[in-house]
């Protein structure tokens, strides 16, 4: 049996046609401190309620400094805070950046996978990784390589959340003839965020798609110009979506010029409405924004909301980008 199609998530976030806008959550957290949960409940409704088309978590295992600040990320299981938010939102896809799969046993994932997507009627994407923080890694018993347990846990997971009888006729075979759940209705997407340690090869090959950070243009270009090349070698030449996280903290002047900050920018939404357009023309299907700065959270997702979301939406920049390369 051929692989049902993807769920509503993928039409809405990744295979719209056109590049769509994500947020990443908690939007309002303060640093060392957990989330405000009024306050995080009603932005995903207002960014639900403004068209964005996908709000994403972190999973952070252990509170472990991190980065130049070494602000040390207190955040509540992803699987359960998108559950919250699931409940918040109607159309919003809700997605994982990136559960980190050398910690967690593909079975649980598979089952917290298979219900946040039922709970959330077919609106979840599974975004995983091999983690970036090495101290996490004895502390959960992981004495093997990262990069191989990723492997090993990456084949067991797409068996148990495949919608394909005989793959998942494989998996029962390991596990005593016993599924963690159902079969999908539909197909979860399934991405790699960041290398997780693997080749670009091996991430065609295997995922539904690839999710990796802000780089100075030009080195976008050639990374979106390797994956697709890998495409070609490993996946037969299918399209699979490129995913871009983007810092970013939005002026309140709308004529202020981009600045470049760590893994993004600072910028006035002119400046970004022609950055996303160029991100458009390299390929980027989605963009995954993590507001930054002193301006209220609030403000920013409102004017995202309201002068930048409908001109994606309305695919103006999809056509202004094919217009250039013409």
């Given at each position: ?12 976030v ?101 219900s ?8 979840f ?32 997971l797409a068996?148990?959340?495949s ?71 490993r ?9 871009q ?29 022609g ?13 995954l ?38």
């Amino acid at each position: 049996m051929t692989d049902f199609a993807f769920n509503r998530a993928w039409d809405h976030v990744l295979g719209a046609g056109h590049l769509t806008l994500g947020l990443m959550t908690p939007l309002a957290r303060e640093p060392g401190a957990p989330a405000d949960l009024a306050r995080e409940t009603a932005l995903a409704a207002r960014a639900d309620a403004l068209g964005f088309a996908a709000l994403w978590t972190r999973d952070v295992p252990l509170i472990v400094p991190q980065g130049s600040t070494r602000e040390a990320a207190v955040l509540d299981d992803p699987f359960i805070w998108l559950a919250l938010l699931a409940g918040a939102t109607r159309t919003a896809a809700l997605g994982t950046a990136a559960a980190v799969l050398p910690l967690r046993h593909p079975l649980h994932v598979a089952k917290a996978a298979w219900s946040l997507d039922r709970l959330s009627g077919g609106r979840f994407i599974l975004g995983v990784g091999s983690g970036d923080r090495p101290e996490e890694l004895a502390p959960f018993g992981v004495d093997t390589a990262p990069e191989l347990l990723f492997r090993e846990r990456w084949h067991t997971l797409a068996a148990a959340l495949s919608t394909d009888e005989q793959v998942r006729a494989g998996l029962l075979a390991s596990t005593g003839g016993y599924a963690p759940t159902p079969a999908p209705a539909a197909r979860i997407p399934l991405l790699v965020v960041g290398t997780a340690r693997q080749s670009l090869q091996w991430i065609a090959a295997h995922a539904d798609g690839w999710a990796t950070y802000h780089r100075e243009e030009a080195r976008q270009q050639g990374r979106i110009a390797l994956w697709e090349r890998a495409l070609a070698e490993r996946a037969g030449g299918v399209p699979k979506p490129f995913v871009q996280s983007l810092q970013l903290e939005l002026l309140a002047d709308p004529d202020a010029p981009a600045q470049p900050l760590e893994l993004g920018l600072r910028a006035g939404r002119i400046a970004l409405l022609g950055y996303l357009e160029r991100m458009a023309g390299l390929g980027v299907a989605h963009m995954l924004v993590n507001l930054q700065g002193p301006r209220p959270v609030e403000d920013q997702v409102e004017e995202l909301g309201r002068e930048i979301v409908p001109v994606l939406r309305s695919g103006a920049l999809a056509q202004d980008a094919e217009d250039a390369r013409r």
